[in-house]
């Protein structure tokens, strides 16, 4: 078993952490901006201009407002009821509270966790219940510090709002997202996929889908209206549709293709621990297991003695092009050949060397088959 020290997210890199707590972004932006400028809610009467910036503040971690978004953020959920629904449902509102949260900060209470998962508490400061409970709040994702609420760009037929409102197609493409789903280890900076804890916003880049915006798979239309809950990940048919799996065997080598037919980023993407698991199991006609195999595909991360953070030593994850996966067969006749494909998320892969003993936290099984 490895030690606790193994157990956290970035082994090594508490006391770097420690230091540059309040800054996750690394230098770029600052944790606590001034008092909060809260918007003009004015009567419907009187409709401010919309403002149209070249680069307006996208949200990000440590916004710091306190009490201030809680109450603001109850305001919005009165006019914005559809919104307001679907987001109490979902893991952002959630992300203070929920065990899996809880769980792993036990375990690395460090502040640096906080300015994504409290965003509207002071990172180093233990959170009032109410600022806990609000998570990434609609105030953290639209509601600037200059006091504009960020937008997508207008539509054909726009009822107006009682409110400021700054519309912005970075906000509604990738920059809605970017400040908290792309980051490096405390500690470390620079541009190398290395320093990151994160990268889906880096993966979306780079990948054949990135003119999709993020909103279009993860923000669908229901009645009208973007859907706030991010549900569609905890949805085991949506899963399935967007990773296809073909299998087949050539005499003793089985081979399992992979495949995003709508690539958006890496399958799978986001926490670091994150990965699938690509099994197949041989047993000979009496039902004797003769072969039990698995194969992770993750970043795989590696634990170095004196260097802060993990290091990522590969990434064999799904991305634009398909991914074979080969296993060689024992001798035998009449074999009886299963295979599956799961999607995991482990407490950790200790220092990297067995992740086969890692503890899976939540699973869900994709895809899985025989083969004759
Ligand atoms: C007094 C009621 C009221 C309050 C409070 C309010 N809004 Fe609005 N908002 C409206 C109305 C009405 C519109 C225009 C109609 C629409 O698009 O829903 C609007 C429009 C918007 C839009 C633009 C929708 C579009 O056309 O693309 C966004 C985004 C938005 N509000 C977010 C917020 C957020 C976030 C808050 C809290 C900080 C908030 N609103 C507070 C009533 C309100
Ligand atoms: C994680 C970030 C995030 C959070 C949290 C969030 N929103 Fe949004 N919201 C967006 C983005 C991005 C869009 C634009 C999607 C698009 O049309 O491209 C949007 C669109 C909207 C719209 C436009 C109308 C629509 O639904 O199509 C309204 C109104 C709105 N949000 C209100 C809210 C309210 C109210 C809350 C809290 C109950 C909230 N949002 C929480 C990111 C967020
Ligand atoms: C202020 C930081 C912040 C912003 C901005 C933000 N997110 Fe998140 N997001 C989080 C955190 C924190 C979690 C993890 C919640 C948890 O499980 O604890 C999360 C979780 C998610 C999940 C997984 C939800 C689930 O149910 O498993 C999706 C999908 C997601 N975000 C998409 C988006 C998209 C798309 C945008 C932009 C429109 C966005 N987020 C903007 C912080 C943010
Ligand atoms: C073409 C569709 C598509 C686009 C575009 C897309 N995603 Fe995803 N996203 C998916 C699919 C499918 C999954 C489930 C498999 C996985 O984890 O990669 C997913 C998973 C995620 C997860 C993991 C959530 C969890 O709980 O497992 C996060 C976080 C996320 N996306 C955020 C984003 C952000 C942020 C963007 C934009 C920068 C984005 N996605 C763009 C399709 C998309
Ligand atoms: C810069 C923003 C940021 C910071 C800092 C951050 N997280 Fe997260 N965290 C996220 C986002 C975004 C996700 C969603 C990705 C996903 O679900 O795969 C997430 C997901 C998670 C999850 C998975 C939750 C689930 O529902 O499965 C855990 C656990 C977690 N974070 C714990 C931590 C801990 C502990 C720390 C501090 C060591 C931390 N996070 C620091 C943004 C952050």
Redesign the pocket.
Known sequence: MPSSLFLTRFALAVLVALASACDPSGGRRDLVPGPPVLPAVASAVAVPATTVHEAPPMPGPGRARGEAAVAENRACELCHEREARSWRSS?HHHAGTHPAYRDAFAVEPNPFCRGCHVPEGVPTAEPSASVRALGVGCVTCHLTPGGDILAAPAQDRQEPAPHRLLRSAEFAS?GG??GC??FTFPGLHGGDDRAFM?T??R???R?A??T???A???MPLVDGARSHG?D???DPA??R???LVEAERQGDIVQLTLR?P??????????LF?RLEVGLLVQDRSGRVRLRERQFLARHFEVRTGVAGRHLERDD?VFDEPRSVFFSLPDGEHLRISWWVT?Q?VASVGDGTSPAEARVESEVRLHEGRLP
Not at 262 to 271: E, I, M, S, V, Y
């Open positions: 893991l990738d997202c970017a789903h792309e994160q889906t916003s993966e979306h880049r990948s889908g990135r999709t915006p993020c279009s798979c993860h991010f569609r990940v905890r949506w899963l549709e967007n990773l995003q709508r690539p958006g980023h890496a399958f799978p993407t986001g926490d994150r994850r999607l998320r």
